[in-house]
């Protein structure tokens, strides 16, 4: 190091004297390149890319109120009845959750009874939404669920029921211990990584349920509520937490064991008719978990 | 900043004080970086990033099928069960109405099903098949009745054991080598060589090494020095070629060298190293609650004999690093290179559903630990040769010959699903090879309690002791070693040239040469060791694995059979006739055992003795059981005797081997 001596003269000092000492330096910085190199633009490429996102889906089972897993499912849709229609007075089919049948929908015998493309091309779609707000919310998932000749449309000795006796329903079932129902739509199939991370493990969904008909092209949109005004119909009333055309559906990790339920809001239980339309615990027990799904407008 | 100081004189501050020289330390600190004078741009290599990460990942997400070959050749009894579980009946189902469907054993209704009646539903009241118990519900891998007769797990080995294989009094266990069983002489090529046959797959190969232990040396001089020299597998399998897993031929004159049963064994040596032999102990890295993962029905999924094939997809992700983030260690403390799909039969069956009722009923004077379950508790073994001083043989477990020989785990209540550990394969590691080689696999045996402890339950009736067995362990290769063995890396030359003695800078020393923690010490401070391929590396003889990895984590697709195996099936059979008197004067217990024979599944026919003694002038045979009450009518009762290998109680069911040709068969036809 260069050391710049200087003779310092007691005479030459006076009260009060300083020195200036210069800190010169003999050395520059040549430049930070390895550090630059192997610890900065290191650590901003490690930034600069994404988490991993899990985007593995397990299936989701349905449960009842309880969250005790179930092992059928029976849709119905109600529609409003031609006659009603006709009379500028639209009513839907009886009086309490119940299916309507098929000659609400323009079917013929022939169309059950010869399964005719126009009726086993018809289904309903189970659309899933992040929120109740059609204005903002996405479309997450859906499932189609084709007509069916079943129990529900035979007689005891197996044939199609009269086109006015045969219910507009849909049996889903378990495929091990439902074989003979249909499974497809039974489960839902979610991101396990979303469930797991949601406060208290439970994800929300919002479905809405439409009615594709082969036979005329039309879609009708059918909601989980039987009193509905087809001459005063708000968004307010269709729409958000308390509307009638979402119907939640949580789901859960419920101790390892990933299920899901319809939970419906105060509008979508309606006490004033049994059974309710989201009916998952049908009394007598062993009877089928049911939902119920009437025409919004005619 | 700046910061200016007055530096004063010492002269200045005491009158007394002098100056001195003085050195002042001054601090340089920098507050500010220098920027870099031009742009800086790096490329983010998404190939070298998914490299990266999936060389990080040590989670593993396991789905796939089971394709399964399950029936039900060792029912309880052949009878049909009806009622409700509290009130329930039983109906023995004649021979001649008993049928097989795609190898389940059970019949055709017999009596109108309103729920069957179903118009256009594929089903026939008359002609739907129910399999005797147990049936579907407690043997499918898809369960109808929502109780899983099966659990899946992931296992890992991790320990390895040593055991008796053949019984003796010398200690001689598996790590002494393998047993020894049988000596014989083969001519070849004009020539007198020996043979001998070993307890369990010997894993030899033609011309290979071996030491042979515990053999006599009949030479009058002792010549064949056998415990210093090693001998040559001349070639495999005995006179006629057979046997080739289990038989080799030594060039060495028959009467040169005799064997002692249990205590003779030979161990394969491969450059001056011997081969060790152990057993391999499984753990499990999944839980036993049914909850890690899914199963379902494959779509239009069947096996050829119509068994439902179900996919499975594991929830849980299996992770190979323990709790302290270290990568799990197999049995020899290498990195895993394997895991094992694992199924597992359970005892779920004594539910409340009538059919478990009724046998619940019958075996209530049992003990308690038994008398409560449907199935027996998993006793395990390997197929094996049949000698009864080898131990661990499945296929005889129960025979009263081997009543003092031992299997997987004997005496503390057998083998549960909800084990964490359980006794695997035996397998033979090389020291010079640096490989594990499976030589047996293990099979678990289970039985229905009814068949178990028939005897206990009718004293007229012997035990049933053929159960059913399976191999529950499937490989999952997760990664490879490679085929080659690198060069011996010699650390002990450094440290000898430049006298290190720290231990620290020696273990610094062997990480920067690249020395797994897994490689083996051949002598002090020396190594060997097989790299283990990275995912997706495929070395030059084309070992390697590679699989997809997504979110994270490595998906790796099973497509796995499981075979529900009968434990012995007989393979021959003799016809038994059987003397039967009927009529007023007969013995009264001849018309019990007529009946009895006609709904015994063994039953094949019967024929009047001499058709004169029909008299029709009495109404012929309009009452064959008691001959209408008439004088002694003699008929000839055949019955066939199903026989196996081992000693394991009455065969109903003939094995697939046997030639039934002579017997007269049905189907469905016949009465449909």
């Known amino acids: ?298 | 900043m700046e910061k200016t100081n007055k530096i004063l004189l010492n002269k200045t501050k005491s009158y007394n004080s002098i100056n001195v020289n003085s050195q002042i330390q001054f601090g340089m600190d920098s507050t500010n970086k220098p920027i870099p004078l031009n742009d800086i741009s790096a490329n983010v290599n998404q190939f070298e990033q998914f490299e990266k990460e999936r060389k990080e990942s040590t989670i593993y997400r396991f789905y796939g099928n089971v394709i399964p070959i399950i029936s039900n050749p060792l029912y309880n009894d052949n009878i049909k069960i009806s009622g409700t579980p509290t009130s329930f009946s039983s109906k023995k189902i004649l021979t001649d109405d008993i049928f097989e469907k795609g190898g389940w054993i059970g019949y055709y209704n017999d009596e109108l099903d309103e729920s069957a009646l179903q118009f256009n539903d594929n089903k026939s009241a008359l002609c739907e098949f129910f399999p005797f118990d147990p049936g579907y519900d407690r043997l499918r891998m898809l369960d109808s009745d929502g109780v899983p007769n099966y659990l899946f797990k992931i296992t890992y080995p991790i320990s390895s054991k040593d055991i008796t294989l053949v019984k003796n009094s010398s200690g001689v266990s598996l790590k002494d080598g393998i047993p020894i069983i049988e000596q014989f002489p083969v001519k070849l090529n004009g020539r007198d060589y020996v043979g001998f046959k070993t307890a369990i797959n010997h894993g030899l190969s033609d011309q290979d090494e071996i030491s042979l232990f515990g053999f006599e040396d009949n030479t009058p001089n002792e010549t064949l020095v056998l415990t210093q020299k090693t001998y040559r597998v001349f070639k495999l399998g005995n006179q006629t070629n057979e046997f080739k897993f289990r038989v080799f031929i030594v060039d060495l004159n028959p009467v040169d060298i005799s064997f002692t049963i249990g205590v003779s064994t030979i161990k394969r040596v491969v450059q001056d190293k011997l081969s060790q032999y152990y057993v391999r102990e499984f753990k499990s890295l999944s839980s036993s609650d049914y909850k890690d993962y899914d199963v379902y029905p494959a779509s239009f999924g069947v096996s050829y004999y119509d068994d439902k094939i179900c996919s499975f997809n594991f929830k849980k992700d299996i992770d190979v690093k323990d709790s302290n983030g270290d990568v799990l260690l197999d049995n020899l403390g290498r990195p895993l290179s394997e895991l094992y799909f694992t199924i597992i039969k359970n005892d779920n069956d004594s539910d409340v559903t009538v059919n478990s009722q009724y046998w619940l009923k019958q075996q209530e004077n049992l003990s308690v630990n038994l008398k409560n379950r449907f199935w027996t508790p998993i006793i395990g073994g390997y197929d094996i040769e049949n000698n009864e001083n080898v131990n661990y043989n499945v296929r005889s477990f129960g025979d009263p010959t081997y009543i003092n020989n031992e299997w997987y785990p004997n005496t503390t209540g057998g083998i549960d699903e909800s084990d964490d550990i359980f006794d695997g394969d035996i397998v033979e590691y090389n020291e010079s090879e640096l490989l594990e080689r499976r030589l047996e696999l293990v099979h678990h045996r289970v039985n229905t309690i009814y068949r178990e402890h028939l005897n206990l339950i009718d004293s007229n009736k012997e035990d049933k002791k053929e159960g059913y067995i399976y191999k529950p362990f499937n490989k999952i290769q997760i990664r490879e070693f490679a085929n080659y063995i690198n060069p011996v890396v010699d650390l002990q030359y450094v440290i000898d040239k430049y006298n290190i003695t720290d231990t620290l800078e020696i273990d610094n020393l062997r990480h920067s040469y690249g020395i797994p923690n897994y490689a083996t010490e051949i002598s002090p401070n020396v190594f060997k060791w097989r790299d283990l391929l990275e995912i997706g590396e495929v070395d030059n003889s084309g070992s390697g694995v590679d699989y997809p990895f997504e979110s994270g984590a490595h998906y790796i697709n099973l497509d796995k059979r499981f075979y529900l195996q009968r434990q012995d099936p007989p393979c021959e059979f003799i016809i038994i006739g059987e003397e039967i008197q009927l009529g007023i004067a007969a013995p009264m217990i001849d018309e019990q055992r007529f009946m009895s024979y006609l709904t015994d599944p063994t039953f094949l026919n019967y024929s009047f003795e001499d058709p004169e003694d029909i008299v029709f002038a009495n109404g012929g045979v309009t009452n064959l059981t008691n001959y209408n009450g008439q004088d002694t009518l003699n008929i000839d009762v055949n019955l066939a005797d199903f026989i196996g290998s081992y000693e394991l109680g009455k065969r109903d069911v003939a094995g697939g081997c046997v030639d039934l040709s002579l017997l007269k068969q049905k189907d469905i036809g016949d009465v449909c």
């Open chain 1, 1 to 298: 190091m260069f050391v710049d001596k200087r003779k310092i003269l007691l005479g030459g000092i006076g009260s009060g004297t300083t020195i200036d000492i210069s800190l010169g330096s003999n050395f520059f910085p040549v430049d930070n390149s390895e550090l630059i190199e192997n610890k900065f633009v290191k650590d901003e490429k490690e930034k600069s890319i994404n988490p991993i996102v899990d985007y593995k889906k397990i299936i989701f089972k349905p449960a009842d109120n309880n969250w005790d897993i179930i092992d059928r499912l029976k849709i119905n849709l109600n529609f409003y009845t031609p006659e009603s229609i006709a009379a500028e007075a639209p009513v839907h089919r009886g009086s309490g959750a119940e299916p309507g049948v098929y000659a609400d929908l323009g079917f013929i015998f022939d169309d059950v009874f010869c399964r005719t493309n126009r009726f086993i091309n018809s289904f309903i779609r189970v659309s899933l939404f992040d929120n109740p707000y059609s204005g903002r919310n996405q479309l997450l998932t859906f499932a189609d669920i084709y007509t069916q000749v079943g129990k529900d449309q035979e007689d005891e000795f197996g044939f199609p029921e009269g086109i006015n006796e045969s219910e507009i329903s849909f049996r889903l079932g378990d495929p091990v211990l439902q074989p003979d129902e249909i499974h497809e739509g039974f489960y839902l199939y979610w991101f396990k990584d979303l469930v797991d991370n949601s406060p208290n493990q439970e994800y929300e969904m919002y479905a809405t349920l439409q009615f594709n008909n082969a036979a005329n092209g039309k879609v009708y949109e059918l909601a989980p509520s039987r009193y509905i005004d087809p001459n005063n119909i708000t968004i307010s009333n269709l729409e958000g937490d308390d509307g009638i055309f979402y119907l939640k559906i949580i789901l859960r990790n419920h101790n390892g064991i990933y299920k899901y339920k319809f939970t419906p809001n105060t509008k979508q239980s309606d006490p004033t008719y049994t059974p309710p339309a989201v009916n998952l615990n049908p009394f007598p027990l062993g009877g089928i978990p049911t939902l119920t799904f009437w025409q919004i407008t005619p």
